[in-house]
């Protein structure tokens, strides 16, 4: 039952308002003394011509109050109690009917969405700041999928420009073939930098770079097989960390898929008199918002990143007809996406205003004792991997016996790693510090999954659940609360969605488990004298498993049945 529709109702019964403004208009109280759902009275006294705090003790007397434990005005408020019982009742069955699916709904139908996220660089490390848009994109890919979108998930690969030039420069110097197989990453970087030293002393192999690019560009074979090694090599490195993540993407078009879309488009710039000259550079002039010029050729004639972000733009629309175009990309990229958008929108694509730049912060580590490989970069999947060494510390302590001991602290071990990079408003930056996304209490990955387990042992314990379920008496403050709790979980995703913030899930099935440890604390499920009640209650663990189950889901985290 959706009782804010039935408040409203019961309002329209009684004023000359649209049922849809009334439930608009319908607020929920700060404190739970003061009614589960609140009607102000203010609009109303406009055409009625009287105080609301008289229009709200009138209502009251007036109103039908079935299905509701009681109506009382506060001022100008009319408050509504709902029947907990009743309420509770419907909530748990609607989880348990729609299983998997509850939450879900259709509103995205027939709307596509592309999402950009991940997008590494070929022959640079995975690191921890890239979990970052790799964690949001999916949550949002997976909220927006839930709600009925289409959505389209694309890993725009840094795979083209000037640096692959004198990658295969370093290449043909200095590369180390066995190392290259054995770790490419670090291999392909360790030449890479070698080469930028190198040039220092002898800026001539700038050139050289130059035209490595000049033939990978043109298409001769050599450059093209190196170019496609270090892609296959850097590939198969990242795979290693989505299988980890369970990320997935619908395509992998990165920039070189754009290189021969993007002649079409710098003729579309300069046909619609956009295209300036600028110390032999080709630019599109946006001072008049304030920004430097978006630069589409540069002198010598090479493209830009921006020239191919232009170029992808303009294809997914061709291609997918999105709806909305996200982009999850660092905040220091915004200028590059407000000159994107802009230069969209002056060559006249009003769809330009659908491209959305959601920026996110910056991973630091407050302990700095994380063991990285080389240099200052900390790969992702060192962290991963040491978070599920920690989280297996941690079972052989308190668990030893435990079945699958590594598939459940692989599981802890990295949704403790994700949660917290979706715990907090996308653009604060993490303060990484183990003791904190590793505790077993406190707002974290593992303490809800805690939760979940706790509530899986308990209906193990319970065996089959035969006979039924007499909700009345689940009238308590705490599974009332627990109850309410679970009837948000679409509202959660339908506002996180909105402002593209997974946090709000995040912290919406924190509050899943809050509740439930209440109730769990409150009430001996097991002891509960009377066998209706106890499946009542039993009923209520069930279905708040399956909400913590559906939420983590949304979030890329998956649930353990015991730990
Ligand atoms: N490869 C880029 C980087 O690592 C991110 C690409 C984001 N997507 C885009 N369409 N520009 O900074």
């Known amino acids: 039952m959706d009782y804010k529709r039935l408040v409203?109702?019961?309002?329209?019964?009684?004023?000359?308002?649209?049922?849809?403004?009334?439930?608009?208009?319908?607020?929920?109280?700060?404190?739970?003394?003061?009614?589960?759902?609140?009607?102000?009275?203010?609009q109303l006294s406009k055409t009625l011509r009287k105080a609301p705090n008289m229009i709200a003790q009138e209502l009251k007397e007036k109103i039908n109050n079935k299905g509701f434990e009681k109506i009382e005005n506060l001022g100008p408020y009319l408050n509504f109690f709902v029947d907990k019982a009743s309420f509770t009742k419907d909530i748990i069955e609607k989880v348990l009917a729609q299983g998997e699916k509850y939450g879900s709904s259709e509103i995205g139908k027939g709307k596509n969405i592309t999402i950009d996220y991940s997008s590494p660089n070929i022959a640079k490390p995975f690191h921890v700041g890239h979990l970052f848009t790799t964690a949001i994109g999916n949550a949002i890919y997976k909220m927006m999928s839930f709600q009925g979108y289409k959505c389209i998930g694309i890993n725009h690969l840094g795979d083209w420009g000037t640096q692959f030039g004198k990658l295969i420069s370093a290449y043909k110097r200095w590369c180390n073939e066995e190392a290259l197989e054995k770790d490419p990453i670090n291999e392909l970087l360790r030449i890479y930098v070698k080469f930028h030293d190198e040039a220092e002393k002898d800026p001539s192999l700038e050139d050289e770079g130059r035209m490595y690019f000049k033939r990978l560009e043109d298409g001769y074979e050599e450059e093209t097989e190196l170019w496609q090694r270090f892609k296959d090599l850097s590939l198969k490195e990242f795979k290693r960390v989505y299988d980890m993540l369970n990320v997935e993407f619908d395509s992998y078009a990165g920039e070189s898929f754009y290189n021969d879309k993007m002649d079409a488009v710098i003729e579309e710039i300069d046909k619609k008199g956009l295209l300036v000259d600028s110390n032999g550079a080709k630019v599109v002039m946006l001072d008049e918002y304030n920004m430097p010029p978006c630069i589409i050729k540069k002198a010598d004639g090479a493209t830009i990143y921006a020239t191919r972000d232009l170029a992808a733009a303009t294809y997914r629309k061709k291609t997918y007809d999105f709806y909305k175009s996200i982009y999850v990309v660092g905040v220091d990229q915004s200028l590059h996406f407000k000159q994107l958008f802009t230069t969209l929108k002056l060559m006249g694509h009003e769809w330009a205003n659908d491209c959305k730049h959601i920026a996110f912060g910056l991973v630091r580590f407050a302990d700095k004792k994380l063991s990285t490989r080389k240099g200052d970069v900390i790969f992702l999947e060192d962290l991963l991997n040491e978070s599920i060494d920690k989280t297996l510390e941690v079972i052989n302590e308190k668990n030893p016996n435990l079945e699958n001991k590594e598939e459940v602290a692989k599981k802890?071990?990295?949704?403790?790693?994700?949660?917290?990079?979706?715990?907090?408003?996308?653009?604060?930056?993490?303060?990484?510090d183990w003791k904190e996304i590793l505790s077993f209490d406190g707002e974290t990955g593992p303490y809800v999954q805690y939760s979940y387990a706790r509530g899986k042992s308990i209906l193990r314990k319970a065996g089959a659940i035969e006979g039924n379920a007499d909700y009345s008496k689940l009238n308590s403050k705490e599974e009332f609360e627990l109850a309410k709790t679970l009837e948000g979980f679409n509202k959660s995703i339908l506002y996180a969605i909105d402002k593209l913030e997974p946090y709000v899930v995040t912290r919406y099935v924190i509050s899943v488990a809050k509740d439930f440890n209440k109730f769990y604390n409150a009430h001996n499920i097991m002891n509960t004298e009377d066998e209706a009640t106890k499946i009542a209650r039993l009923k209520l663990v069930e279905a708040t498993c399956q909400v913590i189950k559906n939420a983590l889901g949304l979030l890329g985290i998956g649930v353990v049945e015991k730990m």
């Open 8 to 42: 409203a109702e019961r309002i329209k019964e009684n004023v000359d308002l649209e049922l849809d403004l009334i439930e608009k208009l319908i607020e929920i109280p700060p404190k739970s003394d003061m009614g589960d759902y609140a009607f102000p009275c203010f």
């Open 412 to 432: 802890i071990g990295i949704g403790a790693v994700v949660f917290t990079y979706l715990k907090n408003n996308r653009e604060k930056d993490i303060i990484f």
